[in-house]
Every structure is written in structure tokens, then in C-alpha cells.
């Protein structure tokens, strides 16, 4: 009945901005427990939506592949190629604007720089 998990970007107007290989970790946030909490480090804090999947595919993204040694162009080269390469991570984007029912999301921001 509780998940608590991070996010890739959150945004200035307050939406959580993922990017998954599977979706488990998206599809705890958006179905299925009855509490989610979402711990966010000041790195996380994004203007827009534009922003923060820019942010995601040119940072993020890459530095998973790596952490991961996924054997992908990004893991390689440390930027996105927009690749079709079996194990790429970049697979399932996921938006959340707000929480349904009311409160179910917390977001719990955090001013240190924590994770990719």
C-alpha cells in the first residue's frame, strides 16, 4: 500500500517527468498502491516540460545506461542517439500532473543533489 521511489525531473509547475525501460517503476506511481512517495533531490527541478525531457534524454538517460552497462550507443558515447538498440532504457515516458485520488503522490523535495 506504499511506494516510495524517485523521479527523472519534476517540474516548476510540479509534474513528474519519467523515463523507463519497462515502466515497473512509473507503473508503481501511477496504479496500484494506495501511498506514493516521491523523494526529489534539488538536481531534479526543471523549468518545463520541454525542459525536463531534454534534460532526461541528454543527461539522465546516458548516465543510466552507463550505471546499468547496458550495451547501447549512449552507454558508449555518454549521449542519446535516439537508438533502436535492443537494450536501450529509453522505452516508456510517463507524465504525471497531478495525483488521483487527491494526495495519493507526495513529493518530498530534498535540497541536496541526489542521484542521476
Do not use: H
Amino acid at each position: 500500500d506504499l511506494y516510495i521511489t524517485g523521479t527523472n525531473a519534476v517540474t516548476e509547475q510540479g509534474a513528474l517527468v519519467n523515463l523507463d525501460m519497462f515502466g515497473n517503476r512509473v507503473g508503481g506511481i501511477t496504479f496500484g498502491p494506495r501511498e506514493v512517495i516521491i523523494m526529489v533531490g534539488r538536481n531534479k527541478i526543471v523549468s518545463d516540460l520541454k525542459s525536463a525531457m531534454e534534460k532526461i534524454r541528454k543527461y539522465t538517460a546516458p548516465k543510466n545506461a552507463v550505471r546499468l552497462q547496458t550495451d547501447t550507443p549512449c552507454a558508449k558515447t555518454g549521449e542519446c542517439m535516439s537508438c533502436k538498440s535492443p537494450g536501450k532504457i529509453c522505452r516508456i515516458w510517463t507524465i504525471v500532473e497531478s495525483s488521483f485520488p487527491k494526495n495519493k503522490i507526495k513529493v518530498i523535495l530534498i535540497n541536496e543533489v541526489l542521484g542521476i
